[in-house]
């Protein structure tokens, strides 16, 4: 049984920074951030390949954010720079046991944590 547990949201200003993790459990092969804004649609922000480390972006975020893990931790990260008040959303770490062809849609995971708030003030 997959477990995940986020930490590391909280409050910033715009231009700020936020480092995401998630510890995990379980049997593993993708890792993936999500985040969902009220009124709005959930967004897959970005994802990583357990096995060889392939990293996959939304455009909004690319250039900004950087997903990592660390195998021996079983951590997941996600560092967040240049926030924008638009980067305001509930985020998730999600996770699955199989390999994905599209790692930013979020049908591909099954397993999802409890979700961490970041809000980026203006």
């Known amino acids: 049984q997959v477990r995940l547990v986020e930490s590391g949201g909280g409050s910033v200003q715009a231009g700020g920074s936020l480092t995401l993790s998630c510890a995990a459990s379980g049997y593993i092969l993708f890792m993936g951030w999500f985040r969902q804004a009220p009124g709005k649609e959930r967004e897959g922000v970005a994802a990583?390949?357990?096995?060889?480390?392939?990293?996959y972006y939304a455009d909004s975020v690319k250039g900004r954010f950087t997903i990592s893990q660390d195998n021996a931790k079983k951590t997941l990260y996600l560092q967040m720079n240049s926030l924008k008040p638009e980067d305001t959303a509930m985020y998730y770490c999600?996770?699955?046991?199989?390999?994905?062809?599209?790692?930013?849609?979020?049908?591909?995971?099954?397993?999802w944590g409890q979700g961490t708030q970041v809000t980026v003030s203006s």
């Open positions: 990583i390949s357990s096995g060889d480390s392939t990293t």
């Open positions: 999600v996770a699955a046991a199989w390999s994905l062809t599209f790692p930013l849609r979020s049908g591909g995971y099954p397993y």
